[in-house]
């Protein structure tokens, strides 16, 4: 692929001069008599002076902390290094800064959360309840035994309640988990069983897609398999009526005598104390709990929303997700800058995919966030967002969970809007923080990212550690991050997380993706390591391949993976889902061998094309290609893939018939 010369978008002079990363600059100036020329000389002193630039962030944003810090990077090493030793503060207090300072003259009537759901219709819930909810819930979890370090599950869709109940229970400094009610019990039970929780909430139900799902039967597991469970709270969601004789209502977290009886004491903890605990996707394993602090969370929080994102106080931030997935834990984070957040659960394709845009009309949207795939299928599905809903308080497009086609990128700015700033990111649950991402003040050019994320050491890696530019590498991160995971609980020695990230390059995290930096210091990302292909030498990130392949207008999905035997060459099948109405005839096939062949590589020409209904997916969207692999490698079914941990589960049935039928050493080409 090569780099479009003519940028598809150039910040104005205004965005920039407006933008909270040029005041930050402006700010380092007069404070820190610092001055940077662009963008590349400020991450280059970021990174460098690591504990210069974090300090400055620190101070920049006014970090709240009831003692100070004595040094703000101990051992630098990796893993292991410590930040801001000394220091005692909660993130859930950095939030009500904004609301305590009467930011620009508002009262606490602004919105603080716009809500919508397949149940519910729009609600706004104001910075002054938002307070008063998490401070009764906060109150009412001290009474009921809970407390600083104890585990908090929830089963909770992304509703208001669950942003209440995440914030009361890190102002109490209890560690939060959650999932959501898509999920079915074992890959629920997989998740909390390996953190020993102490209370659990939950919802009885959800409507998705105009069908209702009841989970009753998934909280009575819950409830009978964690025996640590002192207390259950049941939230009536999708029936009023739903009860059950061990569990309080929701309800009664409000209506406890100690409720409302103080103001909310935000517990004062140390920077690395646990915040909570995210999982990976556990689509082929035992999910890894990775534990992350507040002080961590809360510093690369404000950094990444504000400098990288352009979002304040002004904003209205919505990035549509589910509580299983980190980018809900992004966005709720989003109050840590004072921006309204604006959340939505249920189907983004019911009744069309015109539900979010109109959401985004009525709420007044500034920040539009979604994965990849769903501006993929409002593209193939023909949306015109900006005929359909009025964006005119749009500023921002944002987009991850898999890299976005180049023709995403001319769509968004074709049919959403030719003055946004396409927000394209890569980061990772494991570090919640972006690796490489979005930047106000410089020119986007289509198919990359931005830039490198400031304080994030970066780097695309030769195999023996050699920084690449304008080449194909492991993305490697050098130097340490703040929201580093603290730990993996349940992991004596720290084996497995040295094992998941420092084991290849030791003292350097390899993050396991494939990351290309452009000349003028852009980002693109070609998908997982361990799933690229390499045919007679010549090495292709499967993403490369999806580029291609998904661009021809017959094609709405698409997963490729290789099949190496022991003294055989490889077998490399795509699987194609077609528009409806389309075949896959001879024509179609040569068209997309053709397509690979110029744009690509001849040796990437794929062995066979099946077309296929669905392709596998996680529950956050992803592509399930080493599953996919290895089931057909001969791996049986349930030691490579959690049917739970999926968005689309019926979706193997296919693959594990074709793994029947054409077994490994029948595989000819």
């Known amino acids: 692929m090569t780099d479009a010369v003519t940028p598809i978008w150039t910040p104005s002079a205004l965005r920039i001069e407006h933008s ?97 759901s397949e149940l519910r219709g729009m609600s706004r819930l104001s910075w002054r309840d938002l307070r008063r909810q998490i401070t009764a819930v906060a109150n009412t979890l001290r009474a009921l035994g809970i407390g600083p370090g104890d585990r908090v599950v929830a089963y909770l869709p992304n509703i208001p309640e669950a942003t209440v109940a995440f914030y009361a229970c890190a102002s109490i400094g209890a560690i939060w988990s959650s999932c959501s009610p898509d999920m079915g019990s074992a890959s629920v039970l997989d998740r909390f069983r390996q953190i020993d929780p102490k209370l659990l909430i939950a919802v009885d139900g959800y409507r998705y897609g105009g069908k209702d799902f009841d989970r009753m039967a998934v909280v009575d597991a819950m409830q009978a398999a964690l025996p640590t469970l002192q207390q259950v709270v049941l939230l009536p969601y999708l029936s009023a009526d739903a009860r059950r004789e061990y569990a309080m209502p929701w309800a009664d977290l409000f209506t406890h005598p100690v409720a409302h009886a103080q103001p909310i004491r935000f517990e004062q903890l140390p920077f690395d104390h646990p915040l909570w605990i995210l999982y990976s996707s556990g689509t082929t394993g035992m999910p890894k709990p990775i534990v992350q602090g507040h002080g961590g969370s809360l510093i690369e929080g404000v950094k990444g929303h504000a400098l990288q994102l352009d979002l304040g106080p002004e904003d209205v931030f919505h990035w549509f997700s589910t509580t299983g997935w980190i980018m809900w834990n992004a966005q709720i984070t989003g109050l840590l800058v004072g921006a309204t957040i604006c959340i939505y659960d249920g189907n983004p394709g019911y009744p069309d995919l015109g539900t979010l845009w109109h959401l985004a009309e009525k709420a007044g949207v500034t920040f539009f966030g979604a994965g990849s795939a769903f501006y993929a299928n409002c593209m ?11 964006l005119h308080r749009l500023r921002s497009v944002g987009a991850t969970g898999s890299p976005l086609a180049i023709e995403g990128y001319r769509w968004i700015y074709r049919e959403v809007g030719a003055d946004l700033m396409l927000a394209a990111i890569s980061g990772g649950t494991d570090v919640a923080a972006s690796f490489v991402g979005a930047c106000p003040i410089l020119p986007l050019h289509e198919g990359e990212m931005q830039c490198r994320c400031l304080g994030v050491a970066v780097s695309a890696m030769s195999e023996t550690g050699q920084p690449l530019i304008d080449a194909v590498g492991e993305l490697v991160v050098t130097r340490p991050m703040p929201s580093m995971p603290l730990y993996f609980w349940n992991d004596a020695g720290g084996k497995r997380y040295f094992e998941s990230y420092f084991d290849h390059y030791p003292g350097w995290w390899r993050h396991g993706d494939w990351l290309r930096i452009t000349p003028r210091g852009g980002a693109i990302i070609y998908g997982r390591s361990d799933t690229t292909i390499n045919r007679h030498g010549i090495r292709m990130g499967t993403s490369e391949i999806y580029r291609v392949v998904d661009d021809l207008p017959e094609i709405l999905d698409s997963l490729v993976v290789d099949l190496e035997f022991l003294g055989r060459d490889s077998w490399m099948p795509l699987f194609v889902v077609l528009r409806p109405d389309t075949a896959l005839d001879d024509d179609l096939r040569m068209r997309i061998n053709r397509a690979i062949r110029e744009l690509l590589s001849a040796r990437h020409v794929p062995d066979r094309i099946f077309a296929v209904a669905e392709i596998p997916r996680t529950l956050t969207g992803k592509k399930m290609e080493l599953p996919v692999k290895n089931l057909l490698l001969g791996m049986p079914l349930e030691k490579i893939a959690n049917r739970d941990a999926m968005s689309n589960p019926a979706s193997l049935d296919y693959f594990v018939a074709l793994a029947a039928t054409r077994n490994p050493p029948d595989y000819a080409g």
Not at 39 to 49: E, F, K, N, T
Not at 380 to 390: E, T
């Open 380 to 390: 193939k599905a023909g949306i015109a967002p900006a005929h359909v809903a009025d």
């Open 20 to 116: 909270r990363l040029h005041h930050y600059m402006r700010w380092l100036e007069k404070e820190r008599h610092l001055a940077f020329s662009d963008y590349p000389a400020l991450w280059q002193w970021s990174v460098d002076h690591l504990e210069d630039f974090w300090a400055s962030i620190w101070d920049y944003f006014e970090i709240q902390s009831s003692a100070p810090y004595t040094k703000v990077l101990g051992s630098q090493a990796m893993p292991g290094a410590t930040w801001f030793d000394g220091a005692r503060l909660n993130l859930a207090e950095q939030v009500f800064r904004f609301y305590d300072a009467d930011i620009d003259g508002r009262d606490g009537d602004h919105p603080a959360i716009i809500a919508q």
